[in-house]
């Protein structure tokens, strides 16, 4: 079985400064992992995914992702955060091998004060 | 490049009811994957369609069907409706296993389903 934990129900931070958003994973293999963010009402909007490589990920709208496979960890960040920064993360992992479902955290609301 | 499309928005529905949700996927993308997320939870995984056959199945009861069709658009079915069926339900599509690209989804905007 794969698992996510987001251990923060939110995270604030003031405009400018750097934010981490945390996740740590649960899966029997090597892991793919993803950071998505969700804006309210709406669908979820791919960030960055890592799968191999580089332990360092960048993706969308300057956040990078730092995978750490001792820790199991896998923390979303960005050096200055902007107020439209403001929105719901998700984590979320699957194992490389079989089929590609997609295993999500419970979230992580971001708000970015000016 | 069209993304996913999910229709209705929004509908509500009664107790006992059945309802039929459709996607269609993004271009280029062969796989559809259906997600539920209740009101303050993430997005728990239904089931995914590859090559019209169903390719994998989450923790949901059979009254929750799907199809997929040649052209890679789907439909979510769910019979006898419960009112924790109220939901927002996400389709996403993504390419094809075996692919090597991680197989990151594309999500529609979601049909949000309401149960009374």
């Known amino acids: 079985a794969q698992s996510v934990a987001q251990p923060e129900d939110q995270v604030n931070v003031a405009e400018g400064n750097p934010l981490t958003v945390k996740c740590t994973y649960s899966?029997?293999?090597?892991?793919?992992l993803f950071w998505y963010v969700q804006y309210p009402n709406r669908g979820l909007q791919f960030l960055l995914k890592?799968?191999?490589?580089?332990?360092l990920v960048k993706g969308s709208y300057g956040f990078e992702a730092e995978f750490n496979k001792s820790q199991t960890s896998f923390h979303l960040k960005k050096p200055s955060a902007l107020v439209s920064d403001s929105a719901l993360y998700f984590c979320?992992?699957?194992?490389?091998?079989?089929?590609?479902?997609?295993?999500f955290g419970i979230g992580t609301k971001l708000q970015v004060i000016p | 490049e069209t993304g996913v499309t999910q229709s209705p928005t929004h509908l509500i529905k009664t107790r006992g009811q059945q309802v039929t949700l459709r996607c269609s996927s993004q271009?280029?993308?062969?796989?559809v994957s259906w997600y539920q997320q209740a009101l303050g939870q993430g997005p728990q995984f239904i089931f995914q369609?590859?090559?019209?056959?169903?390719?994998g199945r989450g923790n949901f009861p059979p009254r929750f069907s799907g199809l997929q069709f040649p052209n890679y658009s789907s439909e979510l079915n769910v019979n006898a409706l419960e009112l924790d069926d109220s939901a927002l339900y996400l389709c996403?599509?993504?390419?094809?296993?075996?692919?090597?690209?991680?197989?990151?989804?594309?999500f529609g905007e979601g049909s949000r389903l309401t149960v009374l």
């Open positions: 890592y799968i191999t490589g580089d332990n």
């Open positions: 899966v029997s293999g090597n892991p793919y």
């Open positions: 271009s280029g993308h062969n796989t």
């Open positions: 996403a599509s993504s390419r094809g296993p075996g692919t090597g690209e991680g197989g990151e989804l594309f």
């Open positions: 369609y590859y090559r019209e056959e169903e390719n």
């Open positions: 979320a992992v699957r194992d490389m091998r079989g089929y590609q479902k997609v295993t």
